[in-house]
Antibody, heavy 124, light 113 residues
C-alpha cells in the first residue's frame, strides 16, 4: 500500500523556520517525482515545490523561492521542506504529493496520491 | 503563469442528476508532439486531502467510479459526473501540468439539492 505521512507542522512566529517531513512507504522517493502543495484555510490549492525522481531537479513557486528548500533522503524514504523567513501568508495545510515515476526532470505531472497534510500556522 | 478558471463556483444538483464543471486555461495545454492535454481533476471532501480523479484530461485514475469522466482539448475542459451520488459532495479542482508553476482552478463546490 502506498502511504505518505507528513509531520513537522506547528505554530511559528513570523520570520521563524520549520522543517516539514513526508515519510513514504510502498514506493521509493528516488524513483518518483515528489511535490509539496499547500492550502490556506478555506482557500484553494497552491503548488509549492517539486523534486524530480532520479536526477533530483528542483523547482519552486515564485512565492517561496529563496525561502523554502525541498530535499529528500533516499535511505530514509523521506521528503523534506525546509521553510525559512516564514510569513503570515505561508499559513496553510502542507501536503506532500507524488508525481510520475521515472526519469522525468521537469514538473509536468499530476499529483497522486497525497498525504493527509500537516498544518503550519505563522502568527505572533 | 497559466491561469485556470472554473465555472460555476458552486452548484446544487439532485441525486442521480448529471453534473458538469467547466475549466478554462489561459494557455493552450495540448502538447502537439504527443497529442496530450496536460489537465488533471481532483476531488476534495471536507477534512480530507485532494484525490486524483482524472489525468491527461480524460484518463480515469484506478479505482475512480466510471460515473466520473473528463473531456476537452486545448483550453476548454469539462468534468462530468453522470449520476450524482451523495458521496460525491465535495470541492472539485482542475490543474494544468503543461508548465511550471503548476496551477489549479479556484474550485467548484458540489452540493445536493
Amino acid at each position: 500500500e502506498v502511504l505518505l505521512v507528513e509531520s513537522g507542522g506547528g505554530l511559528v512566529q513570523p520570520g521563524g523556520s520549520l522543517r516539514l517531513s513526508c515519510s513514504v512507504s510502498g514506493f521509493s522517493v528516488s524513483n518518483y517525482e515528489m511535490n509539496w502543495v499547500r492550502q490556506a484555510p478555506g482557500k484553494g490549492l497552491e503548488w509549492v515545490s517539486y523534486i524530480s525522481g532520479v536526477v533530483g531537479n528542483i523547482y519552486y513557486a515564485e512565492s517561496v523561492e529563496g525561502r523554502f528548500t525541498i530535499s529528500r533522503d533516499n535511505a530514509k524514504e523521506t521528503l523534506y521542506l525546509q521553510m525559512n523567513s516564514l510569513r503570515g501568508d505561508d499559513t496553510a495545510m502542507y501536503y506532500c504529493a507524488r508525481g510520475r515515476p521515472g526519469s522525468n526532470t521537469y514538473p509536468n505531472s499530476w499529483f497522486g496520491p497525497w498525504g493527509q497534510g500537516t498544518l503550519v500556522t505563522v502568527s505572533s | 503563469d497559466i491561469v485556470m478558471t472554473q465555472s460555476p463556483d458552486s452548484l446544487a444538483v439532485s441525486l442521480g442528476e448529471r453534473t458538469t464543471i467547466s475549466c478554462k486555461s489561459s494557455h493552450n495545454v495540448l502538447y502537439s508532439p504527443n497529442n496530450k492535454n496536460y489537465i488533471a481533476w481532483y476531488q476534495q471532501k471536507p477534512g480530507q486531502p485532494p484525490r486524483l480523479l482524472i489525468y491527461w484530461a480524460s484518463t480515469r485514475e484506478s479505482g475512480v467510479p466510471d460515473r466520473f469522466s473528463g473531456s476537452g482539448s486545448g483550453t476548454d475542459f469539462t468534468l462530468t459526473i453522470s449520476s450524482l451520488q451523495a458521496e460525491d459532495v465535495a470541492v472539485y479542482y482542475c490543474q494544468q501540468y503543461y508548465r511550471p508553476p503548476l496551477t489549479f482552478g479556484q474550485g467548484t463546490k458540489v452540493e445536493i439539492k
